[in-house]
């Protein structure tokens, strides 16, 4: 059983900054990515950034390049996403995901289904 846990919501003035983090236990010792994805009120689920966890290689959204980054600690099992110069259209529930089990990183990796546990989500909210 592999668990996902979401800090660091919050709300933020347009233009400023906020760090998620996804603290994970469990079983994951087979899972070799892991992803953020965001979901705003009325809309699909959408990708946001990826992360390899054993090279570190990553892969972002047009929406969010340049603006977020994501990055890992593996000795802590936990995934961030810092995001800075936040715009209102950034508004959403952010939810972090562990790759399927003993699948390797072979693209993009942005749709949902290549992703097997996720957190409960953590709110943020950009105002204007």
């Known amino acids: 059983q592999v668990q996902l846990v979401e800090y660091g919501g919050g709300v933020v003035q347009a233009g400023g900054s906020l760090r998620l983090s996804c603290v994970a236990s469990g079983r994951t010792f087979n899972s070799y990515y892991r992803g953020w994805f965001r979901q705003a009120p009325g809309k699909e689920r959408e990708f946001v950034a990826r992360?390899?966890?054993?090279?570190?290689?990553?892969y972002y959204a047009d929406s969010v390049k340049g603006r977020f980054t994501i990055s890992r600690d593996n000795a802590k099992n936990t995934v961030y996403l810092q995001m800075n110069s936040l715009k209102p259209e950034d508004t959403a529930i952010y939810f972090c995901a562990t790759g399927r089990g003993g699948a390797t990183v072979t693209g993009p990796m942005t749709r949902i289904v290549d992703y097997e546990h996720w957190g409960q989500g953590t709110q943020v909210t950009v105002s204007s």
């Open positions: 992360i390899d966890w054993s090279h570190g290689s990553t």
